[in-house]
């Protein structure tokens, strides 16, 4: 009786490795990238969570073709699965993908970038990342629901302990036997401060990479907004503008423009859209929260 059931329970078993075998299965392909310089990268790492399809494994077939930054995993079952890539001194990603019994197939291009590159705003070039200078950004203030704010001048700032009106001259007590200075015109004291930079001036199709300097739980967005002179007395939402200062810089909020934010890789997004001519202020938020904002001027 026990033989018989044993004969039965491994009949049940083939039958059941049949079904299995007979299932449909398709080809995953494609090739890695270099985010900034969308180049082929040379022998990456890639696989597929939670299953055998890798790269690394002893049985992969196709490492001359790895060689050109290519991969391909052969006889995969249909269904959905997270596709991973990666190399050494790079950023991981990860792309999603579903194959079914009508598609059995899928290519993808998959992009890194190298983990030596700093959270901020990029422009992609042939050599490599470009890092657009966020000099604007020590002359913004805090808003509320003006959303961001840029002071038109700041103190000057010269380094060391003294202060502005001791480094141009103001008139201070001399040392013992010394004369002590003349004061300077007060024109000159006035004229301390350095001014908002100039905004980027930048071609009306916008393409920028942004690297967050965090991990990402919640989409990104961005938006860019008009920018315009205005009085200050009008955004009391904004702090930090300094004692005497009437005006700054403020974005309409009434005619926003959203732009289209893509995951890239981890911490890194690429940014596109059309802005409207003119001075533009392009904020960067998470959670209803500002990231960062950037002062660009679209021709």
Same mark, same amino acid.
């Given at each position: 009786m026990k033989k018989k059931l044993s004969i039965c329970a491994a009949a049940f078993i083939a039958l059941a490795m049949t079904a299995c075998d007979s299932g449909k299965t398709g080809t995953i392909e494609g090739e890695v990238r270099d985010a900034f310089t969308n180049k082929p990268l040379e022998m990456p790492t890639v696989g597929m969570d939670s299953t055998i399809y890798t790269t690394l494994s002893k049985k992969y077939e196709f490492n001359q073709e790895l060689r050109k930054g290519k991969f391909k995993f052969v006889k995969v079952p249909v269904g959905a699965y997270r596709v991973y890539a990666g190399r050494s001194k790079y950023v991981k990603t990860r792309m999603k993908i579903e194959t079914t019994e009508q598609n059995p197939n899928a290519s993808l291009? @998959? =992009?890194?970038?190298?983990?030596?590159?700093d959270p901020g @705003? =990029?422009?992609?070039?042939?050599?490599?990342?470009l890092k657009i200078d966020n000099k604007w950004v020590v002359y913004s203030t805090n808003c509320d629901e003006s959303i961001a704010g840029y002071r038109l001048t700041m103190p000057q700032q010269n380094g060391g302990t003294a202060s502005i009106a001791e480094k141009i001259g103001v008139q201070k007590k001399g040392k013992k036997g010394k004369k002590a200075k003349k004061a300077a015109p007060v024109a000159q004291v006035a004229a301390a401060v350095t001014n908002l930079p100039d905004p980027r001036v930048v071609d009306g199709k916008l393409e920028v990479f942004y690297h967050n300097s965090s991990s990402v739980s919640t989409a990104i967005t961005a938006k860019t907004y008009p920018a315009v002179v205005a009085p200050i007395a009008s955004h009391k939402d904004c702090k930090g503008f300094g004692a005497g200062e009437t005006k700054g810089v403020f974005p309409v909020k009434d005619k926003a423009t959203d732009l289209k934010v893509e995951y890239v890789a981890e911490n890194l997004f690429k940014i596109t859209g059309n802005l409207p001519k003119g001075k533009?202020?392009?904020?960067?938020?998470q959670d209803g929260k500002t990231l960062q904002t950037y002062y660009f001027e679209a021709k």
């Amino acid at each position: 009786m026990k033989k018989k059931l044993s004969i039965c329970a491994a009949a049940f078993i083939a039958l059941a490795m049949t079904a299995c075998d007979s299932g449909k299965t398709g080809t995953i392909e494609g090739e890695v990238r270099d985010a900034f310089t969308n180049k082929p990268l040379e022998m990456p790492t890639v696989g597929m969570d939670s299953t055998i399809y890798t790269t690394l494994s002893k049985k992969y077939e196709f490492n001359q073709e790895l060689r050109k930054g290519k991969f391909k995993f052969v006889k995969v079952p249909v269904g959905a699965y997270r596709v991973y890539a990666g190399r050494s001194k790079y950023v991981k990603t990860r792309m999603k993908i579903e194959t079914t019994e009508q598609n059995p197939n899928a290519s993808l291009v @998959l =992009y890194i970038y190298s983990a030596q590159v700093d959270p901020g @705003l =990029y422009q992609g070039t042939p050599e490599g990342p470009l890092k657009i200078d966020n000099k604007w950004v020590v002359y913004s203030t805090n808003c509320d629901e003006s959303i961001a704010g840029y002071r038109l001048t700041m103190p000057q700032q010269n380094g060391g302990t003294a202060s502005i009106a001791e480094k141009i001259g103001v008139q201070k007590k001399g040392k013992k036997g010394k004369k002590a200075k003349k004061a300077a015109p007060v024109a000159q004291v006035a004229a301390a401060v350095t001014n908002l930079p100039d905004p980027r001036v930048v071609d009306g199709k916008l393409e920028v990479f942004y690297h967050n300097s965090s991990s990402v739980s919640t989409a990104i967005t961005a938006k860019t907004y008009p920018a315009v002179v205005a009085p200050i007395a009008s955004h009391k939402d904004c702090k930090g503008f300094g004692a005497g200062e009437t005006k700054g810089v403020f974005p309409v909020k009434d005619k926003a423009t959203d732009l289209k934010v893509e995951y890239v890789a981890e911490n890194l997004f690429k940014i596109t859209g059309n802005l409207p001519k003119g001075k533009q202020i392009i904020q960067l938020s998470q959670d209803g929260k500002t990231l960062q904002t950037y002062y660009f001027e679209a021709k």
